[in-house]
């Protein structure tokens, strides 16, 4: 039996105590496996859990990171918009600003299981087996022993090392390099195997020159993803000498398609080589009579 001034009675309703039970099991503090509003309470007497104030942001503050989700969206950063949202939810403020209904079905949405699986085995650096069929009705197999979930050209991929390197034309070095584009996969199938992680992917470290207003210009703003290293603008012309690790050539090839006669790649011979036959094949392309 409780004795006098010891206990504290709590007059809320169903929606509060629920509240309070999942904080409680947020913050560990259970009875067996059970919520623990008591020792919840205790925990915050006693200053083990901070209570701060959750509702003096301003209604800007609020529309501005709303207007930010919503731009993450359209750039197909999902998970860094997911992050938003549950941060603007947590906050007293949002049901006065925004529609809760709106923002806990976005949040809500669930993502296939092979998905959910694919982020928990890169987190936990956890070799795995992806297996699917492709619009084409091509069964692919990968034994994933590095993964990253990027966002390239607004999609979602998975850029890994597999130990397969069939249907891969990139250079030796990096045909264990593949990228998957996530929201062409209907269905997969995601099994961990008993393999060590690699701690990254497979990579080469690539030479190349930018010459004329790129090379004044090139980084001027920050260093680009992957750049290890940007030399001073040197010789006549004048150019810049750039390093670069690269785990694919189609997406390398691809960024400095733009530049043009602007740029020279230097090394390896391998990426030179392949590069070089691109040009070939498009010069016979536009040479060639029909």
């Not at 509240?19 to 259970?30: C, P, Q």
Request: proline letters at 3%.
């Amino acid at each position: 039996m409780t004795r006098k001034n010891q206990a504290v009675t709590l007059s809320i309703g169903e929606r509060e105590k629920k509240a309070l039970e999942n904080l409680a099991l947020e913050f560990g503090k259970t009875w067996g496996d059970k919520p623990n509003v008591s020792r919840l309470i205790k925990a915050i007497a006693l200053k083990e859990l901070k209570i701060a104030i959750n509702d003096d942001w301003s209604n800007q503050r609020m529309e501005t990171l709303e207007k930010a989700r919503k731009l993450l969206l359209d750039l197909g950063f999902i998970l860094e918009a997911e992050e938003i949202a549950k941060i603007l939810i947590e906050r007293a403020e949002f049901q006065h600003i925004f529609s809760n209904r709106e923002m806990e079905k976005f949040l809500a949405k669930p993502k296939p299981l092979w998905r959910e699986n694919i982020e928990n085995f890169i987190k936990r650096q956890q070799p795995f087996k992806l297996t699917y069929q492709d619009a084409s009705d091509n069964l692919w197999n990968f034994t994933v022993i590095h993964g990253q979930l990027r966002i390239i050209e607004k999609h979602q991929y998975l850029v890994c090392t597999c130990r397969e390197t069939e249907g891969n034309d990139d250079i030796i070095e990096l045909k264990h390099n593949w990228t998957l584009r996530l929201d062409r996969i209907q269905e997969a199938v995601v099994n961990p195997v008993e393999l060590s992680w690699q701690p990254e992917l497979d990579m080469i470290e690539a030479e190349f020159k930018v010459y004329g207003g790129l090379a004044f210009g090139y980084g001027k703003e920050e260093i680009k993803q992957d750049d290890i290293f940007q030399g001073e603008i040197e010789g006549n012309p004048p150019h810049r000498l750039i390093r670069r690790k690269v785990w694919s050539s189609f997406w390398f090839f691809r960024e400095i398609a733009r530049y043009w006669d602007n740029c020279q790649i230097i090394s390896p011979n391998s990426l030179r080589e392949k590069f070089y036959q691109k040009l070939l094949n498009l010069h016979y392309l536009y040479s060639s009579e029909e």
